[in-house]
């Protein structure tokens, strides 16, 4: 088990390496963000000599946000990325998704639709109180906005399923938005 300190540090260190810099630690991604666990383990060790492949395994099996993954003998994060990964994900098949913004960004996003940012996918929820604390983050007093999926999907927009609550896309147009009823 990890403490709070060495918990933060490492977190930090795997989700850098998994989702912006893999390169910087001489680490090869494939081009579903996938990295081989034992040579991550190996880049670990090199910067926190008190990280082993057990504490790794503590830390993606204890996250609460389900942000990384380990398959065999490889590891990626499953959402976040700066870089560009091809992620290899279910498609998500339900007719409703959330989004949460400041007040100041409604209209702007109404008018022109949700784009990344800083990451490749937009980060969706799948429960409006989802959306809302990952706003909470950003803001005070966030609002929800309702993305109409079934029909966005109709005319050929893909989904994808990072985890029971994150869903991805690589944009959502306005005519699908609209602020949520609470």
């Not at 933060?8 to 998994?18: A, C, D, K, N, P």
């Not at 007040?103 to 799948?126: A, F, W």
Request: aromatic residues 10%; glycine residues 4%; negative net charge.
């Amino acid at each position: 088990m990890l403490d709070d300190e060495h918990e933060m540090r490492l977190g930090r260190f795997v989700s850098g390496v998994l989702r912006h810099f893999p390169d910087d630690v001489g680490l090869d991604m494939d081009a579903q963000g996938w990295i081989e666990l034992d040579a991550f383990c190996e880049a670990m060790k090199k910067r926190y000599k008190w990280a082993g492949k057990m504490r790794l395994v503590s830390l993606v099996e204890s996250d609460p946000k389900q942000r990384y993954e380990i398959d065999d003998s490889f590891i990626r994060a499953r959402y976040g990325h700066s870089i560009d990964v091809n992620l290899d994900y279910p498609l998500y098949d339900s007719d409703v998704l959330y989004y949460g913004v400041s007040q100041e960004e409604v209209d702007m996003l109404l008018e022109n639709g949700i784009k990344p940012y800083r990451q490749t996918y937009i980060h969706l929820s799948t429960t409006s109180q989802q959306a809302r604390q990952a706003a909470a983050v950003h803001t005070d007093n966030p609002v929800i906005l309702e993305i109409d999926a079934a029909s966005a999907a109709k005319d050929g927009y893909e989904f994808l399923c990072a985890n029971d609550e994150i869903v991805l896309s690589k944009e959502v147009l306005p005519e699908y938005i609209e602020v949520a009823d609470e």
